[in-house]
């Protein structure tokens, strides 16, 4: 009799592709409930309906699983931010307005979203601890999107609304203001209403152009 490695595949067919997405969908959620000492391939597998040995044929052992998982989200966040940078106002009309508009963006379709808070709550619980398992996710993640965010400031600078020696500096201390207020709201895991949000990156813009904006006020 041929032995079954996966009953679960035989009951439920799927595809390779389904199959890897079931499995870094499930270690997500292991991951962020137990951590990564306490995580292991038996709870993975069970809870995305595959066997031990079907994780590690796509997968390989814990530590590359979870790397993955970083990968992905990571992956997934870009393809956010970038996608609401594309929303950025190169030519504002009323500057304070249109940045707000644009932090209530990038808050909503990529820091408090789901992958948001997962790809936090992982750093955050295992950064510290276990470093070299976020080496590709330093670069991939905000290597990337700081430099993306300081090409558009850069921008107004040259169109003359903003004026900073630094636009990567400005960059990382325009997303560190908007995410201030709402930051033990988001470790916390409490849904954030679009309201205070929007009262949040309020207080941050006036806050960013009471040091950047070209023309200040006397």
């Known amino acids: 009799m041929a032995f079954v490695t996966d009953t679960a595949d ?45 994780v ?20 997934r966040t870009n393809a956010g931010i970038f996608a609401t940078l594309a929303t950025f106002p190169d030519d504002p009309t009323n500057l304070e307005a249109d940045l707000v508009d644009f932090a209530v963006r990038l808050n909503r379709n990529c820091i408090c979203n789901g992958d948001g ?25 905000p290597g990337k999107t700081w430099a993306a965010l300081a090409a558009r400031l850069a921008r107004l600078a040259h169109g003359g609304h903003l004026e900073f020696d630094d636009p990567d500096v400005a960059a990382r201390q325009f997303l560190a203001l908007i995410n201030a207020e709402l930051h033990v709201s988001m470790v916390l ?21 009471r040091a950047y904006a070209k023309h200040k006020a006397a």
């Open 117 to 141: 808070k997962y790809l936090r709550k992982l750093i955050e619980a295992e950064g510290r601890r276990c470093p070299e398992l976020f080496a590709a996710w330093r670069e991939d993640g």
């Open 189 to 209: 895991g409490d849904r954030i209403e679009e309201a205070r949000m929007r009262e949040a990156a309020g207080n941050a813009v006036r806050t960013f152009l």
């Open 10 to 54: 035989i009951l439920a067919p799927r595809g390779h592709a389904a199959k890897r997405v079931s499995i870094l969908e499930a270690a997500t959620d292991v991951f962020c409930r137990e951590g990564y000492a306490g995580a292991n391939i038996d709870m993975i597998a069970t809870e995305a309906g595959v066997s031990r040995q079907t």
């Open 56 to 75: 590690y044929n796509h997968h390989g052992d814990k530590e590359k699983l979870f790397i993955a998982v970083v990968q992905a989200l990571t992956k």
